[in-house]
């Protein structure tokens, strides 16, 4: 047998602690990369030859590419970043409040609710309490046309 057998307290602590760091370093620069090249497809104001010669650039020549893209647009990348997140929470928050039916319309439960109020404390009829119910069920009520400015007609 004349290969050699390495094994792993041949291996110098230091060397771990090297290749460690190294494997790192290699990892960052892919996630650095990556960053860069969603940043470039991210960014609105560049042209689309702009973004063109930024990803050639990048891909081509990866270190010196990404040096000059973060020396020359990096204070923005994370203006971007940000800008797009809050897109992102604000389209998720519209989502969940159409999901809820938080439109700010009360519902025809809620103001039959509010019209039994105001007759117990006196303030309409049962005429008028009557009148207004039929037209909250009806859908010609409050409840149905809150943004609408025309009066029944029958008033």
């Known amino acids: 047998m004349s ?11 230091l060397s771990v602690f090297w290749s460690m760091l190294l494997f790192f370093l290699w990892i960052m620069w892919f996630v650095l990369l990556f960053r860069i090249v969603f940043d470039i497809f991210r960014d609105d104001e560049l042209s689309g030859w702009a973004k063109t010669g930024w990803l050639v650039f990048t891909v081509l020549l990866p270190f010196l590419g ?7 647009r990096g204070k923005n990348m994370g203006r971007r970043e940000i800008a797009q997140a809050r897109a992102q929470q604000d389209a998720f928050d519209a989502r969940i409040r159409e999901a809820a039916g ?9 103001e039959l609710s509010k019209l039994s109020e105001i007759r117990a404390r ?4 049962d005429e ?3 009148r207004a119910k039929e037209l909250v069920l009806t859908g010609h009520g ?11 007609p029958g008033r």
């Not at 006196?122 to 009829?125: A, L």
């Not at 409050?142 to 029944?152: D, F, K, L, Q, V």
């Open 66 to 72: 990404v040096f000059v893209y973060v020396i020359a």
């Open 3 to 13: 290969a050699q057998t390495y094994l792993a307290y041949d291996y110098p602590l």
């Open 102 to 110: 938080g439109t700010g319309r009360p519902s025809s439960a809620d």
């Open 128 to 130: 008028e309490f009557r």
């Open 142 to 152: 409050p409840a149905e046309h809150a943004g609408s400015t025309t009066r029944n």
């Open 122 to 125: 006196g303030d309409i009829t």
